[in-house]
C-alpha cells in the first residue's frame, strides 16, 4: 500500500478539527523546540569548541557573534528534525496497524495529521480555565488560583504557577508498564506535592480564602490518572486549603462516564478542552518519542527515558506486527540521515550523549556514550536479539508508585 498522508495546521481554535472523510488522524502539538533543546545546546558548545571549524561552515559563515551562530544552528535543526518528522509520519502512514482502529477498507486506510500550536494551545487552555472561572456564580474574584501544569511541554503563562512532573513508567523493551514517577531530572512526587502545598497554605493565610487549583494537562481520555494525582493530592494534605476547581485539558475524548468519574469527594470535577473529539480514528501522537525524547524507564537505579526506536515499536506504535522490522528499519534510516545531515552541516561529531536517555540507549544497545549516533544506528539490531535477558525481562522496580 502506498502511504497517503495529509498535513493541516489548524492553530488552536476549539473547533479546529477538520474532520477528513475517512482514515486515521492524529493530533500532534508542535515541538520542535522542545524536542530539540537539549541537541542544540550541544551542538553550540561543540562548535564553539571548534571555532574554527564553524567558521568556514557555510552555515555559520557570516556568524559573528555567538547570537548568530544561535540562530543558525536554530534554523539547521528545525530543518534536519522537520524532515525526519515528515518521513516519521509518511513511514507510520504506511505501517500502522489500522484494523486496530476499526479501518478494515484498504482504500480508508490513510493517514491525517493536524497540527497544533503548542504555545497558542497552552495559552488557549489557560484563557478557557479563566472564563471557567470567571462564569461561576457569587464566586469572589480576590479568590487566589494556582495553575497546576501536568504536561512538560507547558509554559509558564499564568502566575501562581506550579507543577507535578510525573509519567508512566515503562519496562525497557516497552512491553511492560509500572506506576507513575517523577519524570527524569525532578524531585519525588511527594516533595512536588508537598511544595504545592506549601504554596496553597501560604496564599490561603494571605487571603483568608480557599485556593482554586486549575489543573493543566495536554489529553484525556480516562480518569484512572486524574483521579490518582488528586488523590495523592488529597493524601498529602493540599485540599486542607484548597480545591481543584476545574482542569483544563488540550485535548479530550473522554466520553461522558469518564468525565463524570473524574471526582474528588463524591463532586465530579469540571473540565473543559480546547480540542474535543469522540471518533475511535483519532488520536494525540507524539512522533518525536521514536527518537528525540521516549519513554520513562529505569537503569542501574537512575530514571531517564529511552526512544521508542529501541524498543517494541509494535506495542508502543501500534505497528503491525509484520511489518515491524521494516518500520524500525525506515525509522531508524530518518534517524541516521538527521545525524548525518548535521555532522555534514557543522563539521562536528554528533555522540550519543547529545541525545535524551543516552544511559539507556547505552544500556540497550552495548555502545559507550561517547560513540556517534551514527554508528549506534548503522549497528542497531532491528530485533532487539542484543538485548540482554535481565533487561527483556525485567520486574516492576519495588517501592514505585502503584
Not at 21 to 32: K, S, Y
Not at 41 to 67: D, E, H, M, T, Y
Not at 354 to 370: D, L, R, S, Y
Request: hydrophobic share 40%.
Amino acid at each position: 500500500m502506498q502511504g497517503k498522508t495529509r498535513l493541516a495546521f489548524n492553530g488552536a481554535a476549539a473547533d479546529g478539527i477538520s474532520v477528513p472523510v475517512e482514515g486515521l488522524t492524529f493530533l500532534i502539538r508542535t515541538d520542535a523546540r522542545f524536542a530539540t533543546d537539549g541537541f542544540r545546546k550541544n551542538l553550540l558548545v561543540a562548535i564553539q569548541q571548534n571555532s574554527a571549524g564553524a567558521v568556514f561552515n557555510p552555515r555559520a559563515a557570516g556568524a559573528v557573534n555567538g547570537s548568530d551562530v544561535e540562530c543558525a544552528i536554530m534554523k539547521s535543526v528545525h530543518e534536519a528534525y522537520q524532515e525526519w518528522g515528515h518521513t516519521v509520519l509518511d513511514s507510520i502512514s504506511r505501517h500502522v496497524n489500522y484494523n486496530l482502529y476499526d479501518i478494515d477498507d484498504i482504500v480508508r486506510q490513510r493517514l491525517n495529521v493536524e497540527f497544533h500550536d503548542s504555545h497558542a494551545l497552552a495559552e488557549k487552555i489557560a484563557k478557557n480555565a479563566d472564563e471557567f472561572l470567571a462564569s461561576l456564580p457569587a464566586r469572589c474574584p480576590e479568590t487566589p488560583t494556582v495553575f497546576v501544569s501536568l504536561d512538560e511541554m507547558f509554559h509558564r503563562c499564568r502566575s501562581p504557577w506550579n507543577e507535578i512532573a510525573f509519567s508512566r513508567l515503562f519496562s525497557l523493551k516497552g512491553d511492560q508498564q509500572f506506576g507513575y514517577i517523577a519524570r527524569p531530572g525532578k524531585e519525588a512526587i511527594e516533595s512536588q506535592v508537598q511544595s504545592l502545598l506549601s504554596q496553597v497554605k501560604s496564599l490561603k493565610d494571605q487571603t483568608g480564602r480557599d485556593v482554586e487549583i486549575v489543573l493543566l494537562e495536554d489529553n484525556v481520555r480516562h480518569a484512572k490518572m486524574l483521579n490518582w494525582v488528586i488523590d495523592l493530592m488529597d493524601r498529602q494534605g493540599v485540599f486542607n486549603h484548597a480545591k481543584v476547581a476545574c482542569i483544563s485539558t488540550c485535548f479530550c475524548s473522554a466520553s461522558q462516564e469518564e468525565r463524570q468519574a473524574i471526582v474528588h469527594n463524591g463532586r465530579s470535577i469540571p473540565l473543559v478542552a480546547a480540542v474535543e473529539f469522540s471518533s475511535k480514528n483519532f488520536e494525540v501522537s507524539t512522533p518525536r518519542d521514536l527518537f528525540f525524547d521516549g519513554y520513562v524507564v529505569e537503569v542501574d537505579g537512575e530514571i531517564t527515558r529511552l526512544p521508542g526506536l529501541f524498543m517494541d515499536v509494535e506495542k508502543l506504535f501500534k505497528v503491525c506486527p509484520d511489518k515491524v522490522e521494516s518500520f524500525t528499519e525506515e525509522i531508524r534510516g530518518a534517524s541516521l540521515r538527521f545525524c548525518e545531515r548535521i555532522e555534514k552541516e557543522w563539521g562536528v561529531p554528533v555522540p550519543m550523549s547529545w541525545f535524551t536517555g543516552a544511559k539507556a540507549i547505552a544500556a540497550v544497545t552495548g555502545k559507550t556514550p561517547g560513540s556517534r549516533m551514527v554508528e549506534v544506528l548503522n549497528d542497531l539490531d532491528l530485533q532487539l536479539n542484543k538485548i540482554p535477558a535481565a533487561v527483556i525481562q525485567q520486574s516492576d522496580p519495588k517501592n514505585k508508585p502503584a
